[in-house]
Every structure is written in C-alpha cells, then in structure tokens.
C-alpha cells in the first residue's frame, strides 16, 4: 500500500473523473455483494445443521468465509478511514493530495474485489459438499455443540460490523458528495484560475514592455547626458588654459605697467631738472642784458653826437643781411635786444612746459582713478542674466561686453579705428600747441602706451570674471548632469535587478505580494537622497574652496 502511494504520488497523470466515477461504482457493487454474503451467512447460522456435511470441510468453509468476512470488513473500515482523513483534510484544496487518495482507495477497492471472489468460492464449496455420509453425522453435531459459542460471538462481531458498515456507508456517501462538490469546484475553479493567470500574465508583459521602453528611453537620455557632460569637460579644460594664458598675460601687462610707471617718474623728474636749468639760464641772461644797457648807456651819453664810420670804395657792394646785423648791433632798445628775445622765447616754453605737466598730472590721475576702479573687487552674482549683444562684429553672441570705462576699451575699439578724443583741455588749442612744429606734432603719440596696456588689462579682467562666471555654470550643470545619471542608473539597475527571476521563482511570481518591492523602492529612496545630501555638502565645499584660491591668486596689486 505505502509503494502503491508512493507511485500514485510521483505518477504525473491525474485521475479523470471518468476514471473515478467508475471506481465509485465499483465500490457500490462490492459494498452490495458484501452485504448480500452477510445476509447468506446468516441464513446459514439460521438453517438446520446438514447432517451429512463433513467436519473438516465445514470448518474449513466456515474458517475461509469468517476470514473473507473479516478482511471485507477490515477493508471497508479501512476504506471509511481513509475517507474520514480525506474529509478531514477537504479544506487544503491540494489537487495533488486528492489524486493520491483516490489512488489508494481505488487500491482498496481491488483488494476488496479479490477479496469478495475468494468468499465465493468459498461459498460456492460449502454448497457443492455432500450431505449423505453417515460416518460424519456425530461429529457434526459434536462440532456444531462446540460451535455454539463461537457462533453466537460470530454474530455478535456480524452485527457490531454490520452497524458499523452502515455507518460507514453513510460516511462513505457523504464523502462522496462532498468529492463530487469539490471536484465540480476545483474545474471551475481552476478555469477561472487559468483565465485569472492569463489576464495577470497578460497585464504584466504589458507592464514589462512599458518598463523596457522606459528604461530604453532612459539610457538613450543618459547616453545623450554622458556625450554632453564630455562636452563640458572639454570646454572646461578650455576654458581653464585661456584663463592660465590670460593670468600669464595680465601678469606680462602688470611689469609693463610698472616699468611704464617708473619711466614716468624719471620724465618728471627730467622735467623738473629743465625747467630749473631753464629758470637759472633766464636769470642770468636778464642780469647780462641789463648789465650789457647799463655799459652802453655809459659809452653814449644822450646828447653826444653819433659817430659815423668812413665809407670804403665798395659800400654799395654791402648785402641786406650784413646791412640788417649792422641796424640790429646798432639799435639801443633793451626790449628789442637778443637775450630779451631768447628770454621771452624762454619763458614761453617755461609756460608751455608748465602746462603740459598740468596736463600729464591730470592724465596720469585719470589713469590712476581708471586702475583703481578697475582693480577694486567687484561681487560675483551668482546667476547673471546673460545680455544678447546686437553688434555684428562681436566675437560672441552671449558674450556681454566688458565692464570697463568707455576710456579704456581698446581693442574692439582699435579693430573698429574708433577715434578717441581727449577731453582734459578745452576745444582751442592751446599757446604751446599752436607753436609746435606739424612734424612735432605728427611725430608725438596722441597717447601714451600705458593706455593701451591699461585698456587690455581691463579687457582681460573682464573676461578673467566672465570665464569663472560660466566656469561656475559649468561646473554646477555637469554636477545636476551627474545627479541625474546617478538616479537613472540606480533606477535602471533596480529594474534590471526586478526582471532578472531566478528559475525556482518563475512559476508564480505574479501570486507574491508585493512588501518586498515597497521596501525595495524605500530604501534605493533613501540612500539615494541620503546620496545627494552628501554630494551636495561635498560640492559646497568644493566650491568654497574654488573660490578662496581664485581669490588669493587673482588678487590685483594695489595702486602705487
């Protein structure tokens, strides 16, 4: 029996309702041939004893049939226990569980069917055997006094089995029905199952396909991320060696503009060392000419005569010029003399000397304000609209032009041969100005080339401030770049991870609750946010300190 389990178990065929059906008949018609030998078994007890049976063949008749009826009996309460146990355990809805019990009892039902034939044949002796032989009439009686007391326990034990063959009959139909109830729901039920699995499996292959697309939609974005973040940082390293280029530049104007400086102050102190020389020549060229009318003054008193020179032969053949230096020797007047001219022709260039200093003061200032105003620190907004430049000739279109003061941009401006105009002195020109010499004029530059380094030093600046301007755009887009990409391949991977089912999880998984995936969900959430916090700190410090050290090495030197 236990083999025979074992096999209905492992055997991958179910049973057909067919199959089980004819069992239940089967079993029925057992049951009524049990009862139908029970009943002949009685009649016999109630007859007569045969006289002319032998003893050993009714004993042995009798021995076979109570050891047929026995194991009939022992078969059917086995039967309704194997039925009570099925009963019992309707509950677990285990079609696996119920072939197997339905095996057994269809094994059961074979034992009893060998069983009830074996009974016959029993029967079927005892009525063959001869009733004539007189040898046996005594012993018969003798056995059939000794048999009183076994017979009445016989029918006992008939009786007892008979009520409890009822019962289990009983059990048995009811078992029956309740087998018949369930086999009818487990069909329905499973059709339903199967159209419930179908439309599930259904709906999640649609799920899985518009995930899939997602996640294909979300790598073509990443992809498209990662070719612009390269973008980036190649820009970046661009953008970080024209500002190693123009700190090289604006270092290379600084010792320009220093050694511009200093070449001024030894002009101004040349300067000062003319016009000193020019004062102390005047002094004494007005001492000389005074000295020089007071000796004349002597020589010819008021009302002598002038003396008069003997003419030679050729006096006509004497020129202008030699005529003219003759008057010019000749005249008295002290304010018509040559050092009174060269005097006054001095001090007129002491003058124009005198206002051209005013002017380089004023210039100089100028520049000086100009320098400051350029080298004082200026805040750095943190996003600046960007201004759209409407000149055409522009390097760029979202460049905004250099904050700088209109007298000093100068290379766009030099590009485009603006002209300048000084605005330091008044429309006329000057009493030095109008003296100077046109090739003086032509030859002298309009100004001077520490403008110039002025002006490309502030063009630099500006730019310098416009590069970390963007440089920090820059750094702040590839930063959100490289968020996001985070969070889309921890999503991607969280999916991969969600669609790759081990082969012991395939069959199914649609039936599992879905705790875990919350849970899941939750935690990638929280390490992703805790993740942000993080890289949010570490870029705030980063950029801190970004910017300690632009600011300790683009630091101007201070005016002089």
């Known amino acids: 029996m236990d ?86 355990k309707r509950t677990d809805n285990s079609e696996l569980e119920l072939k197997t019990r339905i095996r057994a009892l269809q094994e059961e039902a074979e034992e009893f069917r060998s069983v009830a034939a074996n009974a016959r044949s029993a029967a079927a002796a005892v009525a063959a055997a001869p009733s004539s032989e007189a040898a046996g009439v005594e012993a018969s009686d003798e056995l059939h006094d000794s048999d009183d007391e076994d017979t009445v326990l016989l029918k006992q034990k008939i009786k007892a089995q008979k009520s409890e063959l009822d019962r289990l009959t009983e059990i048995f139909q009811r078992q029956q029905e309740q087998m018949l109830k369930l086999q009818d729901q487990i069909s329905g039920k499973e059709e339903e199952r199967q159209k419930l699995l179908r439309r599930e499996v259904q709906a999640k292959l649609k799920d899985r396909e518009t995930q899939v697309e997602g996640m294909l939609r979300q790598l073509r974005s990443a992809e498209e991320e990662s070719r612009q973040s390269q973008d980036l940082r190649n820009q970046l390293r661009d953008f970080a060696e024209q500002a190693i280029n123009r700190n090289n530049v604006l270092a290379e104007m600084r010792s320009v503009f220093h050694q511009q400086a200093a070449n001024d102050a030894l002009e101004q102190e040349r300067l000062f060392m003319v016009l000193e020389d020019l004062a102390a020549r005047a002094d004494a060229d007005v001492s000389e000419s005074r000295l020089s009318g007071r000796a004349e003054g002597a020589a010819h008193p008021p009302g002598a005569p002038v003396a008069r020179t003997p003419q030679r032969p050729d006096a006509g053949a004497v020129t202008a010029a030699e005529q003219a230096t003759v008057e010019a020797q000749c005249d008295l007047d002290p304010s018509n003399s040559l050092a009174a001219v060269h005097s006054r022709l001095l001090l007129q260039q002491i003058d124009d000397l005198r206002i051209e200093k005013g002017l380089l003061e004023k210039r100089s200032t100028r520049e000086l304000q ?43 401006f030099a590009a485009q041969q603006v002209e300048f105009h000084n605005i330091g002195s008044d429309d006329e020109p000057l009493d030095w100005e109008r003296n100077l010499s046109p090739e003086s004029v032509h030859g002298q530059e309009e100004y001077p080339v520490g403008l110039h380094y002025v002006q490309q030093v502030a063009e630099l600046e500006a730019k310098s401030d416009e590069l970390k301007l963007r440089l920090e755009e820059l750094h702040e887009a590839e930063s959100a770049l490289r968020r996001e990409s985070q969070e889309k391949n921890d999503l991607i991977a969280l999916l991969l991870r969600k669609t790759k089912l081990p082969e012991k999880e395939k069959e199914g998984w649609w039936s599992r609750g879905s705790r875990n995936e919350e849970l899941e969900l939750q935690r990638v959430i929280e390490e992703t946010t805790e993740d942000n916090i993080r890289l949010r700190n570490d870029i705030k410090i980063m950029s801190d300190q970004l910017r300690k050290v632009l600011a300790g090495e683009e630091a101007p030197p201070k005016s002089r």
């Open 3 to 88: 083999s025979s389990d074992a096999e209905s178990c492992g055997s991958p065929e179910g049973l057909s309702m067919e199959e089980f059906t004819r069992l239940q008949d089967e079993l029925m018609a057992l049951r009524l041939y049990h009862e139908e030998l029970l009943g002949e078994r009685r009649w016999l007890e109630r007859a007569p004893p045969a006289p002319a049976a032998p003893w050993a063949a009714a004993a042995a008749a009798t021995a076979s049939l109570s050891s047929q009826v026995k194991v009939g009996t022992e078969a059917l309460s086995s039967l309704g226990n194997r039925g009570m146990a099925t009963f019992a």
């Open 370 to 412: 100009d320098l400051e105003a350029l080298v004082k620190p200026r805040p750095k907004p943190r996003s600046k609209p960007k201004e759209k430049v409407s000149l055409p000739d522009w390097p760029g279109e979202e460049d905004p032009l250099p904050a700088v003061p209109v007298a000093v941009q100068s290379e766009w």
